[in-house]
């Protein structure tokens, strides 16, 4: 089991850029690929990026190709999602999840655990 807090949300102005972590309990972080999803008030759940548990990118939604980078560092049990050139559309609560030796999928079914999210704001 794998327990997952975010870090880094806020109120940026649009261009602006934050980094968003998520911090991962246990010692089998590195067995799991890790996914970025964020929900808009009114929308469905939407996943940004994955990657898997080697660090392979898999997906990036095409709303944020080119502005955000997903990563991980294994040896710190953490996973950030660094996002440039913010839009007011990307403003929503965005949270990690965790899928035990999966293979990166943009979907939210194969995720068992995810964290509690944390707010992204972009104003215009």
């Known amino acids: 089991q794998v327990q997952l807090v975010e870090s880094g949300g806020g109120l940026v102005q649009a261009g602006g850029s934050l980094r968003l972590s998520c911090a991962a309990s246990?010692?089998?972080?590195?067995?799991?690929?890790m996914g970025w999803f964020r929900q808009a008030p009114g929308k469905e759940r939407e996943c940004v990026a994955a990657?898997?548990?080697?660090?392979?990118?898999?997906y990036y939604a095409d709303s944020v190709k080119g502005r955000f980078t997903i990563s991980r560092d294994n040896a710190k049990n953490t996973v950030y999602l660094q996002m440039n050139s913010l839009k007011p559309e990307d403003t929503a609560v965005y949270y990690c999840?965790?899928?035990?030796w999966g293979s990166g999928l943009p979907t939210i079914t194969p995720y068992d655990y995810w964290g509690q999210g944390t707010q992204v704001t972009v104003s215009s």
């Open positions: 990657i898997t548990w080697s660090g392979v990118v898999t």
């Open positions: 246990g010692r089998t972080f590195s067995s799991y690929a």
């Open positions: 999840a965790a899928d035990l």
